[in-house]
């Protein structure tokens, strides 16, 4: 820790009784004891101590006390508002420092629904319990946002095909598509023909359109293979899936937590490789601008490694 040297020439500096000018400055601006003793939490006795403590250190009287009011002398009024205009400067700079110091310990992520319900939120409590000073702030947003100091987060965790101009984008996962369903629902699924049968789950992602998987099963691109439920994000998709409404074809990191519990079933093969799907992205210069930012970004990496 740095410390500030003070020359042997320099005067010491000579302050008064810091809790008397707190005191005093409150009782000028407020104009009376008893709504200073209530701002500063202490008595109006205590109050009109340490204006008394004041005056005798400063040999100055800063009250007129021959009226019913509580009056400011010349000499009070002036030191009262040098004080006000010390006291916000003091305040505005304990706010600089607390902001930055907070500012310093958060990390603003930006991701899909589907990845934070799915992957993210179920790993963070490790995250948590490894930087326990670190605040985590996790927002959606499908679309790429500003990142950085000036931005509206720190890092983003996309899906896609990646990478993206004016950011660093480091892959960090594959992922391959695999169609999903309920287990009530694959006893009338024997082969890949019979999805004509049931409803299809759509996802709006056109990484994740069926016929990439119709086409991998050799079935072509059947007529029937557009009806179904359309939905607009991965994560209803899933959902509607858990509840029985149809066969997905789902991401199958994503799907993973509900596969892993018997929520969701895969009813038969193929699944479509898709290269990396996943990626860590940060400001162009590939760096994280926050002390938690770089821990979540390390972090993140060693999760998608584990994989």
């Known amino acids: 820790m740095s410390k500030i ?27 009376s004891t008893v709504a200073a003793a209530s701002e500063l939490g202490v008595t109006h006795g205590a109050v009109s101590k340490q204006i008394a403590q004041l005056e005798g250190w400063l040999e100055v009287p800063l009250f ?34 607390t902001q930055a110091a907070r500012r310093a310990a958060t990390v603003r992520v930006t991701t899909t629904t589907a990845f934070a319900a799915s992957w993210l939120l179920p790993r963070l409590p490790e995250f948590q319990a490894l930087h326990p000073e670190a605040e985590v702030w996790v927002s959606e947003k499908k679309g790429l946002v ?31 598509l695999a169609p ?6 694959k006893a009338r699924l024997r082969r890949p023909a019979d999805l004509a049968r049931v409803t299809l789950l759509h996802d709006a992602d056109p990484r994740a359109a069926w016929h990439l998987w119709f086409e991998a099963a050799g079935l072509g691109r059947p007529a029937w293979g557009e009806r179904g439920l359309h939905l607009a994000d991965g994560a209803l998709l899933l959902q509607a ?19 892993r519990d018997g929520r969701l079933v895969t009813p038969f093969e193929p699944t479509v490789p898709l290269g990396p799907t996943y ?4 400001p162009l210069r590939g760096t994280p601008t926050t002390r938690a930012a770089r821990a979540f970004a390390a972090w993140v990496r060693a999760q998608a490694h584990r994989l």
Not at 14 to 30: G, S
Not at 150 to 167: N, Y
């Open 5 to 31: 040297h003070r020359s042997s020439a320099a005067p010491a500096m000579q302050l008064p009784p810091l809790n008397a000018v707190r005191a005093f400055e409150a009782a000028a601006r407020l104009g």
């Open 64 to 97: 007129d006390r021959t009226g019913v009011r509580l009056t400011p002398t010349g000499a009070g009024a002036q030191y009262a508002a040098a004080l006000g205009e010390a006291f916000e400067t003091i305040a505005v700079a304990t706010r600089g420092v």
């Open 146 to 176: 500003s990142l950085g100091a000036e931005g509206t987060a720190d890092v983003a965790l996309r899906m896609g095909r990646g990478p993206w101009p004016g950011v660093h984008a480091e892959p960090l996962m594959p992922d391959h």
């Open 180 to 185: 999903v369903c309920a287990p009530a629902m």
């Open 241 to 259: 899936a858990v509840a029985g409404q149809g066969v997905a074809l789902a991401y199958a990191k994503l799907a993973e937590p509900f596969l």
């Open 279 to 282: 990626w860590l992205v940060s």
